[in-house]
């Protein structure tokens, strides 16, 4: 429990970081390579030895319920690492991770005639196991002299006192996890809560009469995951552009995510008021009959080419939830910050979450590096913040209203709305032409690329006149042509329903 030792600098700091997951530990690197003593608190167990396989499979993440769920390791997260930590990357490497680079993820229409741009080589993608991400974060950190990991250990309380008429946090009460040991206070100067969606601090807050002022939407919806690894002699099959390893629909939304080392992992979403297919997840002979019925999934799982690692295991109570720690501008408790999920949180389905964790991560190392003063410090906090982070949770939350209103149109056709307006007819028709010009355009896929990747704003390279002209040259050169790329292969739902077990037509009954 003690801090190892460190040469102090005048500015430095001692800080408390609540939870090691990876935007704790992305948080606590960037303040440990500031000079400051920064000591995190995990509830877990330490991390076992062994490789990436032993990690993922024997160690028990109970704190981190999405930890053996797929993640998305965009361009936004793998270049701040990279320039922030230039010594680490090759970790991931040795680790079995993959780097993806902008050209291999070219639709065919677009590989051959394919010319670099310099931007190109910012946009790549890190594929691994999020249990690899978090070894390799965490024996890096477990390298730094001024960062300690101190695993087991629960955090009871938060300790507080008023500095005239604001409060603000002075420390923690802890207690290990697994003895008898009596509860410790420990002092901090600054304590960062990233104890994700579960955070007790707002619990705490409320005790102390703290009002978070909380914005939470249901995404309904319900996600099961399934891991598996390709047989000996089988590879990960090519992209040709005749099947979507990902797509919606409907009724169903699925995705292939990669791994290492042969390994990748099949997500199947569905609406939570759909009965039926929502049991159908849950069982493992059916989850893998629902991905044979797939046209996108079938080269990844048909003709016995991979072997089931896990059981088919779920994810619900998925929100948009987005929480202001302020009242009237100002901080409700001076020297915290809430980072990650526990702040702003956006359906997982998206991939979006460990990337907008390290942009929030970052954004709050930098600010603590310039400015000394708590409460200005807590403004631009909660300024950048809702800069840089709220249009990616609208657009999450706009893309989850959307997916709501589409599968309700499915399972209860007489309630549809009325036919389309025309507004509503040109917005459809323009949307069809943006995902054809995708597709046949290199400058478009770059700007849908770059936002994909959280390299930009949502949305912000549809303001450029050249990106407008192609989208457009395509809705009138193509017309109504262009809707065959919005429709993705596959049976629609009763056609599902069909083909499942018999119990499950049963269900469905």
């Not at 300790?159 to 802890?174: H, Y």
């Not at 995404?219 to 995951?225: D, E, H, L, Q, W």
């Not at 389309?420 to 355009?441: E, N, S, W």
């Amino acid at each position: 429990m003690r801090p190892k030792a460190m040469t102090a600098s005048p500015t430095s700091k001692q800080i408390a970081i609540v939870g090691a997951g990876i935007c704790g530990l992305c948080t606590a690197l960037g303040l440990a390579k500031q000079g400051h003593q920064v000591t995190v608190y995990e509830r877990d167990d330490p991390l076992p030895d062994g490789g990436p396989d032993e990690i993922f499979f024997e160690w028990l993440r109970r704190g981190a319920s999405q930890f053996r769920h797929p993640h998305a390791f965009l361009a936004a997260m793998s270049n701040l690492l990279t320039e922030q930590f230039p010594d680490l990357i090759e970790n991931f490497w040795q680790a079995g991770a993959r780097k993806v680079p902008f050209q291999e993820m070219l639709p065919p229409e677009l590989s051959q005639s394919y010319t670099p741009a310099p931007e190109d080589e910012a946009l790549w993608l890190m594929m691994c196991r999020r249990a690899t991400m978090e070894m390799v974060l965490r024996r890096y950190a477990l390298q730094q002299p001024n960062l300690t990991i101190a695993s087991g250990i629960r955090v009871n309380a938060m300790v507080t006192e008023m500095i005239g008429a604001q409060m603000q946090i002075t420390g923690l009460t802890i207690q290990a996890r697994a003895a008898s040991e009596e509860p410790l206070n420990v002092k901090a100067d600054i304590v960062i809560d990233a104890a994700g969606r579960g955070s007790p601090f707002k619990r705490w807050f409320q005790q102390k009469g703290l009002v978070i002022k909380t914005e939470s939407h249901d995404a309904g919806i319900v996600y099961y995951t399934r891991h598996y690894q390709f047989k000996p002699g089988f590879d990960e099959p090519k992209r040709d552009g005749k099947t979507r390893s990902a797509g919606d629909l409907g009724y169903l939304k699925y995705g292939v995510f990669p791994g290492s080392g042969g390994h990748f992992a099949v997500i199947l979403c569905v609406p939570c008021i759909d009965t039926a297919l929502h049991d159908a997840v849950k069982d493992d002979a059916t989850f893998d009959q629902i991905c044979l019925a797939i046209p996108g999934l079938q080269p990844w799982l048909g003709a016995d080419h991979a072997v089931a690692t896990t059981s088919s295991f779920g994810m619900g109570n998925i929100k948009a939830v987005w929480h202001d720690f302020s009242q009237d501008e100002q901080p409700l408790l001076l020297n915290y910050y809430a980072v990650g999920d526990a702040s702003v949180r956006t359906n997982p389905l998206y991939g979006r979450g460990c990337s907008t964790g390290a942009i929030h991560s970052k954004i709050l190392t930098d600010i603590l590096s310039r400015d000394q003063d708590p409460a200005s410090a807590a403004k631009q906090f909660a300024e950048e913040t809702r800069k840089q982070l709220r249009p990616i949770w609208q657009a999450s939350l706009d893309e989850d209203r959307t997916g709501i209103k589409r599968a309700q149109s499915i399972l209860s056709p007489s309630n549809a709305s009325a036919a389309p307006t025309l507004k509503k007819r040109f917005a459809i028709a323009y949307g069809d032409a943006l995902t054809r010009a995708t597709q046949i355009h290199l400058r478009v896929f770059r700007g849908a690329f770059r936002t994909f990747n959280l390299m930009e704003l949502p949305g912000a390279f549809l303001k450029d006149i050249g990106t407008q002209a192609l989208i457009f040259w395509t809705l009138i050169r193509y017309g109504a042509e262009n809707k065959k790329a919005r429709v993705v292969p596959g049976p629609d739902r009763d056609e599902m329903i069909a083909a499942l077990a018999p119990e499950a037509t049963q269900r469905a009954a």
